[in-house]
Each structure stands twice: as C-alpha cells, then as structure tokens.
C-alpha cells in the first residue's frame, strides 16, 4: 500500500465517484492529495471522508481564473505535482437536431478546454517522471443517440494525450487516458433518475462482464498508471468498461 508514497497528486472533480474513490486510493497508497469540483459542501463531506492528507479547493474546471488559483495553491503548499487526474466531465445527453450553442459550448467548455487548460496551468508544476491522467470515457469509440457532443469531448481528450506523449515522453513525462464503462457513480444515478434501475439493467447486457464498474476500478487503474509499475507506458488509453469495446 505505498505505490504512491511522498507523490502530490491533483485530482479534478474529486468529491464524488470516480475522483472521490481515486482520491481514498492514492491517500491509502501515501500521495498527498489536491480534490477539487464545484460544491463546497460536497468537498467538506470529501475531506471527512477520506480523513487524512487530502486538501479541497472549490474550483469550476471551466473558469480559467480558478484553474490559476487552485495550482497557486498547490504551487504555494507543496512546490510541484507528481501526479494530475484530470477527471472532472459534463454529460448532458441531447439528440443532435436539439443540441443547442449553449448546450454545446458547455459540454467542450468543461470536457475539453476545462481539461486541456488544466493540463496547460499544471505543467509548470509537473516534475520530470510526472503522470498525467484523463477521465476519458469507452463512449469516444462509439455512436450512440445524444452523445455526439460527449464523446466527441471525449475524442479529444484520446488525442490529447498522444500529442503530449510526443511533448514531453523526454522530460519523462506520461500522459494517458482510462475510459471507463458505465460506472456506478452518483453522476451516473443523477443522469437517469428514476430509470437508473432499468439503465443499469440494461447496461448488463451489453457489458461481457455482466456487471457495471465500481468507481474502484477506475481507481485501480488509476493508481497504476500514476505509479512506477506503469513506468514505460504513455499515450495509451485504458479501457476498464467489463470488455465493452473490445467485443
Ligand atoms: P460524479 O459522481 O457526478 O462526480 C463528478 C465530480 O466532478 C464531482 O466531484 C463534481 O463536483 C465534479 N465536477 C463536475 N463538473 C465540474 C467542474 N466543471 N469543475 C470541477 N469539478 C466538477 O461523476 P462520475 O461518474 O464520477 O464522473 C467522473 C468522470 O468520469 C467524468 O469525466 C465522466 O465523463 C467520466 N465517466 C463516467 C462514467 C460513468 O458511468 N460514471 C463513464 C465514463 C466516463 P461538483 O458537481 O460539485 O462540481
């Protein structure tokens, strides 16, 4: 349990889900840990939860001025960043011929430039040998109704990482993303509501593994890209989705 032992890791949206269950990992594994998202009382209930070496800083991933206050304080506290999980994302289902510009600007505001300018703010701070890390999703490789705008930010995060692959592989710098599968995350119940049941139902059937993710796994994958047993691996994508788009 020490694979990330003395590392500072950032992770974005990390008071729920998938960020909330890496931050528990990386702190288990000795990281000290920057979450940051949107709601301060979610936060708050974040820091209790995980109890210890673990800092919230309430930032909107879209407003460029909090990205420059959350790494002014993790430059102020600890000086550098071993570790980014850019993982904070917007999915708003909406069929293409009813996409609006709003719609539309909010899903790349946050998927795409709210990552792409995280990454940019972080690299000064990132130290040779550092990991970055995106949420990306297995929805990039497919078509599916309403999920243009989604997994068209998706998309681009998978391309993202093999551009700084080819930016900064010689500093030692790694850069990867993990697509989950569905995930069983409050993000995911809130999306379905009263029909979580019966999307996730559904979902089943079409995952080989018969199951959906825990936001443990993608935690689990998370660690080892983040640590030296993923020493020699960068611009991939890791898909942990029960075999979904393999098949
Ligand atoms: P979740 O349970 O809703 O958690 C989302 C987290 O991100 C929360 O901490 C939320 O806090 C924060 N957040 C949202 N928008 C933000 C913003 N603009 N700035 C900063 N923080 C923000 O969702 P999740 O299911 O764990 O999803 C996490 C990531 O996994 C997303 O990128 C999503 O696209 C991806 N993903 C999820 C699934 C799935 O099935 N669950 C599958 C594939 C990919 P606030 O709301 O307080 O800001």
Request: aromatic share 8%.
């Given at each position: 349990?020490?694979?990330?032992?003395?590392?500072?890791?950032?992770?974005?949206?990390?008071?729920?889900?998938?960020?909330?269950?890496?931050?528990?990992?990386?702190?288990?594994?000795?990281?000290?840990?920057?979450?940051?998202?949107?709601?301060?009382?979610?936060?708050?209930?974040?820091?209790?939860?995980?109890?210890?070496?673990?800092?919230?800083?309430?930032?909107?991933?879209s407003?460029?001025?909090?990205?420059?206050?959350?790494?002014?304080?993790?430059?102020?506290?600890?000086?550098?960043?071993?570790?980014?999980?850019?993982?904070?994302?917007?999915?708003?289902?909406?069929?293409?011929?009813?996409?609006?510009?709003?719609?539309?600007d909010r899903t790349f505001g946050t998927n795409v430039r709210g990552?792409?300018?995280?990454?940019?703010?972080?690299?000064?701070?990132?130290?040779?040998?550092?990991?970055?890390?995106?949420?990306?999703?297995?929805?990039?490789?497919?078509?599916?109704?309403?999920?243009?705008?989604?997994?068209?930010?998706?998309?681009?995060?998978?391309?993202?990482?093999?551009?700084?692959?080819?930016?900064?592989?010689?500093?030692?710098?790694?850069?990867?993303?993990?697509?989950?599968?569905?995930?069983?995350?409050?993000?995911?119940?809130?999306?379905?509501?009263?029909?979580?049941?019966?999307?996730?139902?559904?979902?089943?059937?079409?995952?080989?593994?018969?199951?959906?993710?825990?936001?443990?796994?993608?935690?689990?994958?998370?660690?080892?890209?983040?640590?030296?047993?993923?020493?020699?691996?960068?611009?991939?994508?890791?898909?942990?989705?029960?075999?979904?788009?393999?098949?």
């Amino acid at each position: 349990m020490n694979a990330l032992q003395g590392k500072v890791a950032v992770i974005t949206g990390g008071s729920s889900g998938i960020g909330l269950a890496t931050a528990k990992r990386f702190v288990e594994e000795g990281a000290d840990v920057f979450i940051t998202g949107r709601r301060k009382d979610e936060l708050d209930k974040a820091v209790v939860e995980v109890g210890k070496n673990i800092t919230a800083i309430q930032a909107d991933v879209s407003d460029l001025a909090d990205l420059d206050r959350l790494f002014e304080t993790v430059a102020k506290n600890k000086g550098r960043i071993d570790i980014l999980f850019a993982n904070a994302g917007l999915l708003e289902p909406m069929l293409t011929q009813v996409a609006t510009p709003e719609h539309f600007d909010r899903t790349f505001g946050t998927n795409v430039r709210g990552v792409f300018f995280t990454v940019e703010k972080a690299l000064r701070l990132i130290r040779d040998g550092g990991s970055i890390i995106l949420t990306c999703s297995s929805t990039w490789q497919k078509g599916i109704p309403g999920y243009a705008t989604y997994s068209g930010t998706k998309a681009a995060l998978r391309s993202f990482v093999r551009t700084w692959t080819a930016e900064y592989a010689s500093k030692g710098i790694r850069a990867n993303v993990i697509s989950p599968g569905p995930i069983e995350t409050p993000g995911l119940q809130e999306l379905f509501g009263e029909n979580a049941e019966s999307a996730k139902q559904q979902f089943k059937t079409r995952i080989p593994m018969r199951r959906l993710g825990r936001p443990e796994d993608i935690a689990a994958a998370a660690v080892f890209l983040a640590s030296e047993e993923s020493s020699f691996i960068t611009g991939i994508d890791l898909p942990v989705d029960g075999g979904t788009v393999a098949v």
